[in-house]
């Protein structure tokens, strides 16, 4: 049996050909596994709604074919909306995503969110065919994040800011809401300023409050507010403080209550929660007192000092002292809206008085001792006869002392007249028919004419050889009474209308 030859052109025929089916099976399958897309996700946050806002991005790795994105799965389950240049939005599920190209989707989920994911199937598919597909996903981790919440729309009274000016010297401030929001509802945040009466233009009690303080509001409807409170004209003291008129301290005293951090521009709640100056003055060129004197003359040469302490801005003690000559002081206290009268200058120190208040003589606070109009005045009578003229001057009680200069002829003599008591000065006779008694503390002179009662030789004096007549007495006498007591009348006038003017009468 004759056997064929074998040959190895079948054989490696058929290998052949499934060696070129295995490798076109290669080339089909091995482009198919390398088809995906790459997923990438932002995170923000919509504070109009306080939604996270995640935008993610989708990339087709072919460079030959478009991707259908057939099946997008999201957690949470909200839209995922592929955005378009036209701003528009489609769903991302069933998007034709071109070659090598990329979408950008967005979704909203709510603002607590804490984790989020995207699973995305993609087909890609020729001439009918699909040719490859591939499912990618995606996770992202939310809860380092701060919570997402809606942007407010108005701020809360407790929470609210503020800025404020202060002008204390003037008494003028302002405070205003900062920031564009509103106050929320009808909340209100009040605001004062108010001023003091104090003893120093330092901080320094007690003090009290003046006028009336000036309050107002912050709310949604005003967003700024002007405050204008009355500065007395003394030492004081001007704060602007957190709150209403409730919070005004009228009396601050050594030990009692403090505005502390409730004054705006203080380094602490609530004072802080308003950026400014500090709200708070004390100054003043003056003590809160209205010292005033007033003096009254006396007959006796004393001084009567009247001291008072009241006016608008008399809030405190005046302590007086009063000052004359030969070391003379006393010193008394006076209340507000009182008055003191116990301080009697004496005639021998009240040449010159003055009124002090710390130190500094007050306003018209100097006085000299000055006889008041309504003082008696000394009277003065004659006698007179053939041998001698007879001058008394009287000094009523309650007065002062009155030094007199009688003179006659060339004969002079003085005496001093105590009050209540009376001086006499007799002359001889001589041909002078006048005498003049002077009284050079009122500035005031009297002349008196020499009259002898009776027959005196025809000489009408005393002075010559004949014998002087008796004296007269009875009526005579009387008219020379009656006639001083007119001289007294006329002096007086005389003394008031013009000074130095003689007063001639007969004696």
């Known amino acids: 049996m004759i056997r064929p030859k074998l040959s190895l052109r079948r054989p490696l025929a058929i290998l052949g050909a499934a060696l070129v089916g295995l490798t076109g099976v290669a080339a089909v399958a091995t482009p198919a596994s390398a088809h995906h897309t790459t997923i990438n996700a932002t995170v923000g946050c919509d504070r109009q709604t306080g939604e996270r806002l995640i935008t993610w991005t989708v990339q087709n790795s072919q460079a030959d074919k478009d991707a259908t994105l057939q099946k997008v799965t ?13 701003a528009k939005e489609v769903p991302l599920q069933g998007y034709i995503l071109g070659k090598s190209k990329t979408v950008s989707a967005v979704q909203r989920v709510p603002g607590n969110t804490t984790t989020a994911s995207l699973e995305v199937h993609a087909e890609w598919w020729v001439e009918g065919v699909k040719t490859a597909e591939d499912t990618k996903a995606k996770s992202i981790d939310l ?33 205003k809401l900062d920031g564009d929001l509103p106050l929320c509802g009808d909340g209100k945040q009040y605001f004062t300023l108010v001023s003091y ?19 107002d509001f912050v709310s949604a409807a005003q967003t700024e507010i002007t405050l204008n409170v009355e500065i007395p004209d003394c030492h004081t003291q001007v704060d602007l403080i957190w709150g209403d008129k409730d919070q005004v301290i009228d009396e601050i005293v050594d030990g009692g209550k403090r505005y502390d951090n409730k004054k705006l521009g203080s380094p602490g709640a609530p004072g802080n929660r308003s950026k400014g100056p500090q709200g708070w003055y004390n100054g003043g060129s003056k003590s809160c ?31 007086f ?17 009182k008055a003191d009268s116990s301080i009697v200058v004496p005639a021998a120190d009240a040449g010159k008085i003055e009124v002090l208040v710390d130190g500094k003589v007050i306003e018209n606070g100097t006085y000299s001792w000055q006889r008041p109009e309504d003082c008696p005045l000394p009277a003065v009578t004659t ?59 009122m500035d005031l002179e009297l002349e008196a004419i020499y009259t002898p009662e009776g027959n005196c030789g025809g000489s009408g004096g005393g002075g010559g050889d004949d014998e002087p007549g008796l004296p007269v007495t009875g009526a005579a006498a009387g008219g020379i009474a009656a006639g001083a007591v007119a001289l007294l009348i006329a002096g007086a006038v005389l003394f008031v209308i013009a000074r130095r003017r003689r007063v001639t009468f007969t004696a």
């Open 197 to 215: 009466f104090a003893p120093r233009p330092q901080f320094a009690t007690p003090q009290y409050v003046y006028g009336t303080p000036d309050s």
């Open 74 to 86: 999201a957690t949470p389950g909200t839209p995922v909306n592929a955005l378009l240049a036209d």
């Open 321 to 337: 002292e009063v000052k004359g000559e030969n070391g003379f002081t006393k010193k008394v206290s006076v209340t507000p809206g």
């Open 289 to 319: 007192v209205t010292p005033a004197s007033t003096f009254a003359s006396k007959c006796d040469g004393s001084v009567a000092v009247s001291l008072s302490n009241d006016g608008k801005i008399s809030k405190y003690a005046v302590e």
């Open 143 to 175: 809860a380092a994040d701060k919570s997402c919440t809606p942007a407010p729309k108005c701020v809360e009274v407790d929470k609210a800011k503020f800025s404020h000016t202060f002008d204390g010297p003037k008494g003028t401030a302002t405070v």
């Open 383 to 441: 006698k007179a006869d053939c041998k001698e003229f007879a001058l008394t001057v009287t000094n009523p009680e309650g007065g002062l002392p009155v030094k007199t200069t009688f003179t006659y002829g060339d004969k002079t003599e003085t005496r001093t007249v105590a009050a209540g008591a009376s001086e006499t000065v007799t002359f001889k006779a001589g041909k002078d028919k006048t005498a003049v008694v002077a009284l050079p503390d």
